[in-house]
């Protein structure tokens, strides 16, 4: 039985990148080492590395003025480190609250002695829509942070809010790579890798020059400044995440790039979206010019039917659709990696339940 | 040709763990999914990592009243994150400074707020020598950092200093599970797992319950109690490098645990010492009390010669034994990984570069 992996995160990968991994072991390029036995410095890792970089400017069309840094830790770590490093001027963010991701940018923020400015909330609508923001009301923000992609409540930005008068900072794990955004509308944006770029344990974020270096005496592993000089080694990189990275990279090259594979995403999608807001059982609860191309979620608004439909699909070979506790239901993750197959599965799957369902009731 | 890689880390791994990892891919445990897509909360994962967690505290003797928590970051990250947790009553910390880590240590701690003492440094003696520590004078200290191998520097301690009136904190990463140190003794020990447990990626842990808690609001990725409260997984660990340090904890089991360990890298250090005391053109810098058990540091006082013998080696197979830049001169690794086989290897290459050097000398 084939199997797809509707998780969240760690999610599926490649299988082309699967295979290649398991054939460069026990030895890459025959050096009788594995990428996970080879040092940092040596000239192996340092074509990995570099390619891996060049690899994701070309994807991004990331401009020169803009870092591209390799951290751990996840995007939490980052919420931490984003305020120290950015907040420097007046030490105020503002946020626009979409969900429990973008709540626990604010609570880091505010950890290091960063105010934070909740702009909208959609929490009154069960965050079933994107916060909206007009325009900056006050210029006295060093930044406004937003979840790009809310994984765990399915809304994603198409517009980007207008943030003429500051700085626009984007956690953007879980569509990073999955839809097209323009990199110079951002300050700043960071991306756990679990999700469309290969395995946990690697952290991604992209800086414009010129906001960087203006706090001394961070800790180093927070420091974008430090990580920029020493081309994100200033101490041991996560090196066998960042070869996964660079294969899923590759990978992404040859399948034809990121608008392709925003043109898939949106195929795929669209396929499980049309199927929902047609059926009699099940419902996308989110609103439709705000649904995420990579995470649909969707209910029958009864906890036991959900239950059913999650183990059912999981003898069927569709694993890992159970909803974020937060939200219940069910959610299906449509990463660059998930293929269109995978979808048709899962509607077929959900087209036989709903039929089984009715014939019953 | 067999190629032993005597890299300092990361480093060389288990025959048997490469070939595992390798088994394991595309399905694991006929999932349909790699380890490298499976979710942090699955029950997979959880079989990993309790066994993980559980293998190490068996393996170390870990008292119960200890924690065992997995980061991110390398312990650079947890330069930061100890000083936070632990310097809390007087925010001062003491140090013995035993080269560059001890160093690097403490600089961190600085740079969070926290009074750094060095108490002795063997930098006069170009670290040859570890520093020493006859008694606390002042029982001001929140503890004392030592680094209990020094990588570069290719000392570690046997005896541990006496710490009566303040806790214990080692940095053990180039020798964790290398040789047999009581938990006890320390308040808290940090490891980096890409030396002696696996893939560079993942950071161990282990404090004392009473030690942690003590401090409120500290960004999550750094705290202490936050990471004892949600098993290690308030983000996403790095799946994939826990479950090879998982392998790794399973093979050190299978080889007979860390007094096995222990008695072979005497064996293998002891082989390579002897013959560079015996040497007429290799010298081993580090007073003999001293030495690491796990990083062999030697030179010929030439460093045209030195760099010759680096290159020499290499093409017979016996790769990464340059030393670091700080250094200059050869170092080899030889960690749990490294076969007694690769250490003849090399001492019969050293014997053959000495006797073909003195033939044309």
Redesign the interface.
């Known amino acids: ?3 797809y ?1 509707f ?7 490649p ?1 082309e990148v ?2 290649e ?2 054939n460069d ?3 890459y390029k025959n ?4 990428v ?5 410095r ?1 000239a192996l890792f340092e074509e990995i590395f570099q390619k891996a970089q060049q690899d994701m400017r070309d994807l991004l069309k990331i401009p020169d003025n803009y870092q591209v840094l390799f951290f ?6 980052q ?2 480190a984003a305020p120290l490093n950015l907040a420097n001027k007046y030490h105020r963010i503002a946020l626009l609250d979409s969900g429990h991701w973008a709540e626990r940018a604010g ?2 923020a505010k ?2 002695g960063v105010k934070v400015d909740v702009l909208d909330s959609s929490e009154k609508d069960h965050y079933t829509k994107l916060p909206s923001l007009e325009k900056l009301q006050k210029d006295t923000y060093d930044y406004l942070h937003i979840t790009t992609n809310n994984t765990i409540e399915g809304t994603a930005y198409t517009q980007l809010p207008n943030t003429d008068t500051t700085e626009l900072v984007g956690d953007m794990s879980s569509n990073f790579m999955g839809q097209r955004y323009d990199v110079k509308q951002f300050g700043a944006i960071m991306a ?1 890798a ?1 999700k469309n770029l ?5 952290t991604i974020v992209i800086v414009r020059d010129d906001l960087i270096g203006k706090v001394p ?6 420091d974008y400044q430090l990580f920029a000089k020493k081309e994100s080694m ?8 960042i070869y ?1 990275a660079g294969l899923v990279l590759q990978w992404l090259k040859n399948q034809g790039g990121i608008d392709e594979m925003e043109h898939r995403n949106r195929q795929k999608s669209g396929l499980l979206y049309d199927f929902l807001d047609n059926s009699k059982l099940f419902e996308a609860p989110v609103i439709k010019k705000d649904r995420s191309l990579t995470n649909v979620v969707f209910v029958t608004g009864n906890p036991e039917i959900d239950q059913q439909v999650v183990s059912q699909a999981a003898e069927s ?1 569709l ?2 659709i159970k909803g974020h506790r937060l939200v219940g239901g069910m959610r299906a993750s449509l990463y660059n990696a998930m293929p269109y197959e995978g979808v048709e599965h899962l509607v077929d799957f959900l087209k036989n339940f709903e039929k089984n369902y009715r014939g019953k009731h």
Chains 1, 2 share one sequence.
């Open positions: 039985m084939t199997i992996n998780s969240a995160g760690p999610a599926t990968m299988a699967i295979q991994i398991k072991l026990p030895s050096s009788g080492m594995s996970m036995e080879i040092s940092h040596s751990q830790g996840g995007c939490t770590l919420f931490t609570a880091e950890r290091v756990g679990q290969g395995i946990a344990g690697l005496n961070l800790p180093s592993m927070l200033f101490n041991t990189p996560p090196v066998f995440a996964a070979g694993v890992n």
